[in-house]
């Protein structure tokens, strides 16, 4: 029989040619007469070595022969997932017909096993031979037989724990597990498995489903103080602030099966879905820091999604995005889907645009698992697989774990209104825990019985416990921090003497020898050297670089990240020297002295809400470091909206968790237009209560400095929000001599001091005071004060009260912002001025209500902004 000959593919003039056996590929060769190069590895590595040897060959003679068994077994690891029994119900996922798959025989038959049974892995779009190869060596085996008993019970614990809810709590919402039950065996799993190759902790992040079910189950939350929160034993003790059971975090022990123990946090989430994600993975990128060179190892990132959130949630895929970026990774993280095929009421077509709610994650080399929930011996094979990729390649895994929703979104909402067909079917179909039983063999009633009255004896001593169960307890790293009001006691003397302003001030503006630096920049530092040498007043990025060496000498560690952070949006900063001969690149700040703290800057990802939320949580597990953010442009720090609403402003209310993170907001109106002139200051005041955060704008380059020591050193923490200049930052009327930085602190509101008789008083926060000071002084007036507001919150009554109170003959005090007048600080400070000030006239200047902060226009910027300045310095204020 002639051997046919059907090439696969062409590529650059080689035919690729699968063929049974090197044997029969010979025999074509010889009577084709063809020059083959014969290769019996994978398909993707014969493309590979095409590609690269016909650099080197003739071409049209070329044939690269393939063994049938490798064609068979490369199409199935391509597109097995498709055909796999993923969808417990049958409903949604149905095999697809895929022609690529139509083999038929004994090797088909053994590839069809491996790659579409209960588990579908997506993998061949990983470039990485190693990576695909050690993927398929697991998948292509026999899997090992797990400890079904022990399965079994945790499966009718989990299940068990929501029936008693059910039962107990008619109506009240929990977001059931039951329907991907499989999670509490998996999570076993991964912990376990974890812990064998050396986690100690795990940081968890997860969103409502199932919660309740991780708190019981797997950090060991006793059933009773869960079930005290339906009680909701004591109301008063939370009137107006705490959070709902559903969100709070937890702390727990797991007991691996090997005796060891291993610590657990679950992130406090808000109801906003995903948003703790970055939240998570900031939290265990400090954590891991703090383990030192091991920390990857020693704590594993899980993050437990829904399957709708994950397709739909922008602040995931920043998420998702920062997996091996040097500044941000945690040595990859296990990312499970709780896929119940369904979102609130919507399908799975309404809720993502592809097959699969994971498919967001094929944008990374990193593997995805689906496993059908109800094949529970398979979902603990994947955890271990999973998790010994993780220790083996640092990247994330995806595993999707496909199940269905037994009740409605929550147990007050009825299904079978939008889904009956779905439900009439879940209605008749086992719970898992007996599924399982069924398939083991086992008669699990004895224990159901067992733990239902466990269960019901926790509901009777829930219903007698009167105390609202305490907050989250702190890690130790916490004890020497406050939260709470804000108290005197807090301030701290921030002046650095003459003397370690120049030790400092030498040693951030040196490089070694043979550094080749590029001319601006030297002469930026050379001019900095002047700064620390009392020579050259200091500008803002003289005096940020002295606070953060100042707090590194003191062994406080400083991480700074935003876009483009390290040279600085306003070319001020250039932590990070580039050496112009090679693009080494040296840090000075990492350079001070053998003993001193730990220097992060970091260009971080084109992403606001991830990154903010990544160091909001960073700061979360390290009190001890001044942890900031930085925006571009302070305006698109709403791109973080969540992150701010939900964790920096109303964490410490809703869980009592305390922050010190630092947001630094350029802003300004110089005529840069709409979105690059205002940080939007009025939603931080809105924001503003019980002495939740700190906003602050400081006018000089001494006072920025003092903030940020400030924020470091006190122990009072709380998010800080600051203001940041821009035209300012080398300004000479915002720039400050030596001894401001020698003396003093920050100072909450700057007083008037050149202008003796005061008729009128102009209240103003940031660059617009300087620009009334100027042309105060070309006018020669010499009645009009100018006071600035360098902190608006926590408002400073009695500093404000005591300045207006040195000028008794200003009958008129006005506000005065560069903001339209739905915008700005106006709002805020207004209404408190006229309770302050019930004796004097209290007015305002500002730019007219509009929509948007600013003109587009440079020109009618700076007509309005004159129109604003002389409005501000003549008498005939309204
Ligand atoms: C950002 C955000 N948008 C909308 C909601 C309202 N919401 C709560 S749960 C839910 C459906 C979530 O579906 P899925 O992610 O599949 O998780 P499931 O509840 O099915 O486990 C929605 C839309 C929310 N909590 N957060």
């Known amino acids: 029989m ?9 590529i650059r003039g080689i035919s690729l040619v699968f063929w049974r056996d090197v044997g029969s590929a010979a025999l074509t060769v010889r009577m084709l007469r063809i020059q083959p190069l014969i290769w019996t590895g994978s398909y993707n590595e014969a493309v590979h070595k095409a590609i690269m040897v016909t650099k ?9 022969l393939i063994s049938q068994r490798d064609q068979i077994f490369d199409a199935f690891r391509r597109w097995g997932h498709l055909q796999a029994d993923l969808d417990p119900l049958g409903q949604y996922l149905i095999p697809d017909p895929i022609p690529e798959l139509s083999f038929e025989g004994e090797e088909a038959e053994e590839a069809r096993n491996y790659y579409c049974a209960t588990i579908g892995v997506e993998f061949m779009h990983i470039p990485d031979p190693a990576k695909r190869e050690w993927i398929q060596e697991r998948m292509e085996q026999a899997a090992a037989k797990p400890n079904q008993l022990q399965i079994l019970e945790r499966l009718t614990q989990a299940d068990l724990f929501e029936q008693v809810i ?19 065996p998996f999570l076993d799993e991964v912990l376990n498995r974890a812990a064998e190759l050396g986690a100690e902790k795990s940081v968890m992040g997860m969103s409502h489903r199932g919660r309740l079910n991780v708190m019981a189950n797997t950090f060991g939350k006793s059933p009773a103080d869960i079930f005290s929160k339906f009680e909701d034993a004591n109301p008063r003790s939370i009137l107006g602030g705490g959070d709902v059971k559903y969100h709070v975090g937890a702390t727990g022990q797991f007991v691996t099966r090997s005796g060891s123990t291993m610590g657990l946090h679950l992130v406090s989430n808000p109801s906003h879905l995903e948003a703790v994600d970055p939240v998570a993975m900031g939290r265990a990128r400090a954590q891991q820091v703090r383990f030192g060179e091991d920390g990857q190892s020693k704590v594993l990132p899980v993050l437990i999604h829904g ?8 602040i995931w895929a920043e998420t998702l995005g920062l997996g091996t970026i040097p500044g941000y990774t945690v040595g990859g993280t296990i990312q499970i889907i709780v896929n119940n095929l369904i979102g609130f009421t919507a399908d799975p077509d309404e809720a993502y645009s592809s097959r699969f709610s994971s498919d967001i994650g094929k944008r990374l080399p990193i593997p995805i698992f689906h496993v059908n929930a109800e094949d529970t011996d398979a979902a603990v094979r994947v955890a271990a697989m999973a998790v010994e990729y993780r220790y083996t390649f640092h990247t994330d895994v995806i595993i999707d774990l496909i199940g269905y929703r037994r009740h409605g979104h929550s147990e007050v909402d009825d299904p079978t209104i939008t889904q009956p067909l779905r439900y009439a079917k879940i209605k008749n179909h086992p719970p898992l825990y007996e599924f399982y039983a069924q398939k083991i063999g086992a008669d699990p009633s004895p224990r159901v019985k067992e733990l239902q009255v466990q269960l019901a004896e926790a509901q009777k001593q829930a219903v007698q416990m009167k105390k609202r169960v305490a907050l989250a307890k702190f890690p130790d790293y916490w004890s020497n921090y406050s939260g709470g009001p804000y108290k005197s006691e807090y301030e701290v003397d921030t002046a650095l003497s003459a003397a370690s302003i120049k030790e400092i001030s030498d040693s951030l503006t040196s490089y070694p020898r043979d550094f080749h630096i590029h001319p601006k920049i030297k002469k930026l530092l050379e001019q900095r050297r002047e700064m620390g040498r009392g020579e050259r007043v200091f500008d803002y990025g003289m005096a940020e670089a002295l606070a953060f060496g100042s707090l590194l000498f003191q062994g406080t560690p400083v991480r700074l990240s935003g876009q483009d952070s390290q040279r600085g949006t306003f070319n001020q900063r250039h932590s990070v020297l580039v050496d112009i001969e090679d693009e080494q690149v040296y840090i000075p700040l990492e350079h001070l002295s053998p003993t001193q703290a730990r220097f992060e800057v970091y260009n971080s990802i084109l992403s606001e809400a991830g990154v903010l939320g990544f160091e909001y949580g960073y700061s979360r597990d390290y009190p001890e470091a001044l942890v900031l953010w930085e925006a571009q442009f302070g305006d698109f720090a709403n791109g973080a909206q ?17 922050s010190a993170v630092v947001m630094l907001l350029p802003h300004g109106y110089e005529g840069q237009g709409p979105e690059h002139s205002s940080a939007r200051l009025e939603r931080y005041l809105q924001l503003a209560a019980h002495d939740n955060i700190q906003i602050c704008q400081p006018s000089t380059a001494a006072q920025y400095f003092h903030l940020l020591r400030r924020q470091a050193m006190r122990k009072w923490r ?5 203001f940041t200049p821009k035209s300012m930052l080398r300004n000479p009327d915002a720039s400050s001599p030596i001894a401001s930085f020698e003396q003093s602190r920050f100072l909450n509101v700057l007083p008037e001091t050149e202008v003796q008789n005061v008729k009128r008083l102009l209240l103003c926060t940031g660059k617009i005071g300087h620009e009334l000071r100027i042309e105060r002084a070309k006018r020669k007036d010499s009645t009009t004060g100018i006071v600035f507001l360098e902190q608006l919150y926590p408002w400073p009554e009695a500093e404000l009260a005591a300045e207006v109170a040195r000028h008794p003959e200003a009958r008129e005090v006005i506000w005065v912002q560069e903001e339209p007048d739905n915008m700005g600080a106006l709002s805020f400070v207004v209404p408190r001025l006229r309770r302050l000030l019930p004796d004097r006239k209290v007015l305002s200047i500002k730019r007219s209500a509009a929509a948007s902060p600013a003109t587009g226009s440079a020109k009618a910027h700076d007509m309005e902004q004159k129109t604003l300045i002389s409005l501000a310095l003549r008498d005939e204020t309204k």
Not at 2 to 10: G, H
Not at 166 to 184: A, H, N
């Open 56 to 64: 080197n060959l003739p071409l049209e003679r070329t044939n690269l």
């Open 2 to 10: 002639t051997p046919r000959f059907i090439p696969l593919q062409e």
């Open 642 to 658: 969540i992150i701010i609403d939900q964790f920096i402003a109303s964490g410490e209310d809703k869980w009592g968790l305390l």
């Open 166 to 184: 059910q039962s107990r709590y008619l109506g009240t919402k929990r977001f059931s597990l039951e329907g991907v039950t499989v999670l509490i």
């Open 307 to 314: 399957d709708a959130a994950f397709a739909g949630q922008g």
């Open 718 to 722: 709380k998010p800080l929000i600051v």
